[in-house]
């Protein structure tokens, strides 16, 4: 290790020292073991901590097919008939639920909070890797600022626990750039066993993510293709027609655009947050272009695309938090410019260094944002189906019917109980200009409400944000449907009109 320091020190002018050369046997860093330790233990804290919705692909396009898969009963959205999703991501969840019910542990806190807990062994392993990948590039100085910068971003605390496909992209995507040639010590001397890691490692993100194909541009496995066979029942590939769909035919603007430099002006800085300087500085102090090029050659084609999403870019985001630790170190580093004066004076006056400011500033904006995300931001519909699966669970709850933007909850999932459900379908037409289901309900709640009644078997339940509740509660009234619970869902609006609430109601029995 010491040896490898030295060396990195040689090859780059500007890396920085570290200022404690001699570990103690009591710091973290002295071994690999106790670093991957941390990570494990500070990503399965933060996946307990998550309470919040995100994103419905965490829910509907993972939980809900692994559900469905182990359960027999679950929701396959419009994507899974077009052959455009792949059950590789799912089908790690359905050796969790099976385990689950195996050990007869699948009640409702286990079906909410195991399947992020296992996101977050995934994650702790993309923790560990983005550690040993710095450490290979720029040394163990570094290394450490790099981890401190990955563990404490605000965006990285809310989302990598989540159990996303994009959130395994970015675990395989780490790993496999520890394992790629490009970024060894020396070029010269490539050991053909990291070659063959690195290109399976590569290959495995691009089947469980085609789009992760940006990043690395090799074909996939024939895994995939096996399993889905298995599955589908007919041979289909998905990498074509998740490319045809996303990036060929536009398919994705169905769920709205952005101008071409949302990741730049807006996606990205919002993800980097107060890290964006550390990270900008980092780029041009460590002068590791590849890298660099690397993120701009990801944000820039996604920039292409008119439909773009945080998620989209998350694997990249660990690369920008690693110069943000290289620019860190270099704060914290004895060689840099006028830090022994600073130092001096430090201890003279009690004044806090640059790198103390620093870190002040950064958990000062990095750990309120991650609490509030994580754990008030958006939660009624998360909270909801939980109240709803612990109502089942006692059989008190005999049909739902959710009138509120499609998947705006968990579903099958959460609930686990094999009962009638109904939420307003958001399927895209395939004639242009027609508005689906979902829209209708958003575009006036009371017309479309009053054309369903005509028509409908009673729910026992509802649930309705409080925004469409006010044009709808002398309809339910009117129907016997009575207030039963009210959540607390968000301060601000997000997309749409302010959604403060979910509330639930049930039919009065008389």
């Known amino acids: 290790m010491k040896r490898r320091a030295v060396k990195d020190e040689k090859q780059n002018p500007n890396f920085p020292k570290n200022p404690n050369p001699k570990p103690s046997k009591l710091d973290i860093f002295s071994s690999s073991k106790r670093v991957f330790a941390l990570c494990l233990v500070f990503r399965m804290a933060n996946s307990l901590m998550i309470q919040t919705y995100f994103n419905p692909d965490e829910h509907w396009q993972a939980l809900e097919v692994a559900h469905r898969i182990s359960f027999g009963y679950g929701h396959l959205t419009w994507e899974w008939s077009k052959g455009i999703r792949s059950y590789l991501h799912p089908m790690l969840f359905v050796v969790l639920y099976k385990l689950l019910a195996l050990l007869h542990l699948d009640t409702p806190w286990f079906m909410v909070r195991a399947p992020r807990l296992l996101q977050s062994i995934f994650s702790s392993v993309g923790d560990f890797y983005l550690y040993k990948l710095s450490r290979r590039i720029f040394g163990q100085h570094v290394a450490k600022w790099t981890l401190f910068s990955q563990l404490t971003n605000w965006f990285m605390f809310f989302c990598f626990p989540r159990t996303l496909s994009n959130n395994l992209e970015a675990v395989l995507t780490l790993v496999g750039l520890y394992y790629w040639p490009s970024f060894k010590d020396s070029s010269r001397h490539v050991d053909m066993a990291n070659r063959k890691w690195g290109l399976a490692v590569a290959a495995l993100a691009c089947a469980i993510r085609p789009t992760s194909a940006i990043t690395w541009l090799v074909l996939v496995l024939a895994l995939t293709c096996l399993l889905d066979w298995s599955v589908y029942g007919s041979w289909i590939f998905v990498p074509l027609n998740f490319l045809k769909f996303n990036f060929l035919s536009s398919g994705g603007d169905y769920y709205g655009t952005h101008k071409w ?249 008389k």
């Open 261 to 509: 430099h949302w990741y730049y002006s807006q996606g990205f800085p919002v993800m980097l947050f107060t890290f964006l300087p550390f990270s900008t500085v980092g780029i041009f102090q460590s002068k590791q272009w590849k890298l660099s090029g690397l993120m701009s050659w990801v944000l820039g084609l996604y920039s292409v695309l008119g439909h773009k999403e945080f998620r989209f870019v998350f694997p990249v985001l660990p690369i920008a938090l690693m110069f943000a630790g290289y620019s860190l170190a270099r704060l914290d580093s004895p060689s840099s410019s006028d830090s022994k004066q600073e130092r001096a004076l430090g201890a003279r006056n009690k004044c806090p260094s640059k790198v103390q400011l620093a870190i002040l500033f950064l958990l000062a904006t990095n750990i309120p944002m991650a609490l509030y995300m994580s754990l008030v931001h958006q939660r009624g519909s998360e909270d909801v189906m939980m109240f709803l699966s612990k109502e089942a669970l006692n059989n008190e709850v005999k049909s739902i019917l959710f009138l509120m933007p499609c998947h705006a909850t968990p579903y099958y999932s959460t609930l686990h109980r094999d009962l009638p459900m109904r939420f307003l379908d958001c399927t895209p037409s395939d004639e242009k200009g027609v508005i689906d289901e979902s829209d209708r309900f958003m575009m006036d709640p009371v017309e479309f409400m009053s054309d369903m009644v005509k028509d409908w078997s009673l729910p026992s339940h509802i649930v309705l944000f409080d925004s469409q509740e006010r044009l709808l509660k002398e309809l339910l009234t009117s129907k016997s449907f009575g207030e039963m619970k009210r959540f607390f869902h968000a301060h601000f609006k997000v997309d749409r009109d302010l959604q403060a609430s979910v509330v639930v109601y049930c039919l009065m029995v």
